[in-house]
């Protein structure tokens, strides 16, 4: 029977810990979530700096909405592209200190846009090089793996096997190279060592490219990410990508880079050509929370609220990976054993996710902390505490 392979493989995710279910959230106030008729506090949101339910977005979303109305009725090459779109674009182009900047609908879009668009063109071969951090995000790896290049992943922040991988890839003669990081790693919460990877990149003549999904909104003197924290140029990182779903509380991702890369993008990236655009007031509304004053207090309690939680665990003992962002992982190890922490956590009136793999490797399955500028002390306090007894019962 055709698709027989459908139910054989659900039973094994079933056997091994690693189904997947969803919960539909009933409400949603501040750090808050209701499911199912019960409250917890949530520590599993990308919501970075509390701006999802902030007034200055949802302001902004009735405006653009009223203006612009529901959707944006076509692709963007078509009618779809309005002065909302264009004003959110040409803000972070000079913010980000870029020639240009492409919207998409979400991040996996724009990084498969990416490797498809620079890869998948009549000249692109096997002789072309992908080359991306082991822990990259799927919808990277994904894109890359469907191209014509040669797609390798080096260790993690590992630059010897990066540059050894480098050096292989040029006894072959590579047409061209791209090298791929996360700014801020969503699973680990870690960053990469950009400075370095710069001089590697330019070194090889290979374009160095930064998915900053995690980092965009949180760092930099003015939260633009890790390209502002490290003050790199657009000759230094030539494509740079980010989502406005975490920190900025919206939706849709972008690109940035140069003139002709854009314009490349603008005429070869399917992913762009053949989708309806986002609609304009989500374009308006996220230039309104990118702008939105409130935004260096949020940054500055988020730090705060890090700071709380890693001294807070390590006073109680809990050890945590090594990460100085709002992404705090707790290895736990076993899918199983993570499922059930959570589900202790929950029964103290906590929302904190088990991650498994496939999403993380096989024995570092974990809880994915994230803390958010919409938390309190308290909020804190209780973590720590429910953290200690979850992991004392399991």
Known sequence: ????????????????????????????????????????????????????????????WVDGISEYGGGSGASPLVTGYSNAHQALEEYLASELKRDKVLLFNSGFAANQAICQALYNHKYANSTDVILADELMHASFNEG??????????????????????????????????????????????????????????????????????????TLGKNGRGVIE???????????????????IGTAGAFIAGSQDFIDYLINFARHYIYSTAMPAAQAYATLASLQAKQNAERRVLL?????????????AGLTLMPSETAIQPLVIGDAQQALDVSEKLKSLGLWVTAIRYPTVPKGTDRLRITLTAGHEERDIHALVDALQLALADN
């Open 144 to 217: 890359a793996q469907a191209c014509k290049a040669t797609f390798m992943r080096y260790k993690h922040n590992s630059f010897e096997h990066l540059q050894s991988l480098l050096h292989s890839s040029d006894g072959h003669k590579s047409q061209s190279t791209l090298v791929a990081t996360e700014g801020v790693f969503s699973m680990d919460g870690d960053q990469a060592h950009l400075d370095k990877m710069v001089t590697i990149s330019q070194s090889a003549n290979a374009w160095l490219m930064v998915d900053d999904a995690h980092g965009f909104g």
């Open 303 to 315: 730090a705060d609220r890090i700071a709380l939680f890693k001294s807070l665990a390590s006073k």
């Open 229 to 247: 924290a490290n003050s790199l140029s657009q000759q230094q990182v030539p494509i740079v990508m980010a989502t406005f779903g975490k920190a």
């Open 1 to 60: 029977m055709a698709f027989d392979f459908i139910a054989p493989a659900l039973d094994k995710r079933r056997n091994e810990g690693l189904f997947r279910t969803r919960k539909a959230i009933d409400s949603a106030s501040g750090p808050l979530i209701e499911i199912a008729g019960q409250h917890y506090i949530n520590f599993s949101s990308n919501d970075y700096l509390a701006m999802r339910r902030s007034t200055v977005v949802a302001q902004a």
